[in-house]
């Protein structure tokens, strides 16, 4: 464990020259290949573990993607340590371009019915481009701006510690940046940030509610007359609710600055987010009938889920992907369990309906 976490902190320090990335990316892969070489930091329950992940057929990896199978590997790793062995890992890997008729797929990676988990090379290869689209709509939406320094900023109501790192990050961001330091970028803190905006644009009422519940927040805002009863703000439109939001920390800028937006109120996603959605897919997969997948599966459920207003908030509270259908909210909701995070009854008594694995 600590081995290998030690190889993935590797990571933290900006490497510019690729080659040297692919050589630490070796080292942990050389760890993971080859558990009975290493006699010291191993114990048996790893090298099962390990033996686990090795096992499973991979297909398809180029070179330039071997940092991120070894991404993979770590989160099945770090899956199995959590659930104690008890997780369910993928059938094969295939790494390829994900088509669905013939058209691309947006996605890192899916997984099919029979727990193939799909890695999409499209996804990789247009990595730079899937960033500058998210850069844009936070942009045309005036959820991040530039200064005068051309230093982006990101919105004052939507500042925590976990999206300053965003902030930081999206400053440093460089194009020469290896490929693991881009998708940590985008499918970690960019990702974060998604999942703020989306719950503060079309539900911030949970936000709202989630920051008058939080330490001194409530007292603060009282002591500058910002503060609204819930009832009172519950009675307000969605955009009056979104004016407030913005009030409380553009008003009086030295109170928003005390006001704590808890950074769970959304799904926090890690460097492991991303997988470990995808093996939740592979851990539901096994306790659903075929009937309930298909039915799931179906147009009729779709728009349901889409289209109920109840849904839609509770899957505010996670992150908009969870709002496209039942399976990637429990997919989402399950990163989120492996991870510690803890949910809102809302949420977990829809996952248990859905029949979320257990964690
Ligand atoms: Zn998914």
Known sequence: MVRIDSILNVGKTVVKNVSSVTQNSNISNTILHSAQNVSQGISRTNKTY????????????????????????????DLLGKTKGKAELPKEIRFEYCRNGGIRKQGVANVTRDNVLHVNRDYFENIDNNIQENLKTFMNLGLITKDK??????????????????????????????????????????????NLTNQARKHPMIMLENIMKTGENANILKSCGMYKPRAEVA????????????????????????????????????????????????????????????KFSSQQKLLEWQNNEKIQEVCSRISGYSGKDPFEFVAEVYSGLVNGQTFHPDVLSLYKALKGPVV
Do not use: C
């Not at 390990?50 to 989160?75: A, C, F, H, T, Y």
């Not at 510690?161 to 970690?188: A, C, M, Q, V």
């Not at 704590?260 to 996603?269: D, F, K, Q, R, W």
């Open 50 to 77: 390990l033996d686990r992940i090795n096992r499973i057929s991979v297909k398809g990896v180029k070179q330039e993607e071997q940092p991120i199978l070894d991404m993979l590997k770590n989160s099945m790793y």
């Open 235 to 294: 009675k307000m439109t969605t955009q009056e609710q979104y004016k407030y939001l913005q009030d409380i920390f553009q008003k009086y800028p030295d109170v928003g600055k005390r006001v704590v937006i808890p950074e769970n109120t959304a799904l926090i996603t890690t460097p492991n987010y991303v997988f470990h959605h995808e093996l939740g897919h592979i851990n539901h997969n096994k306790l659903i009938s075929d009937d309930i997948y298909r």
């Open 149 to 194: 320094n051309g230093k982006y900023k990101i919105a004052d109501f939507l500042r925590n510690t976990k999206s300053e790192i965003f902030e930081k990050r999206l400053n440093e961001y460089n194009i020469g940046w290896p490929i693991d330091y881009k998708f940590k970028f985008h499918r970690t803190s960019m990702n974060y940030y998604a």
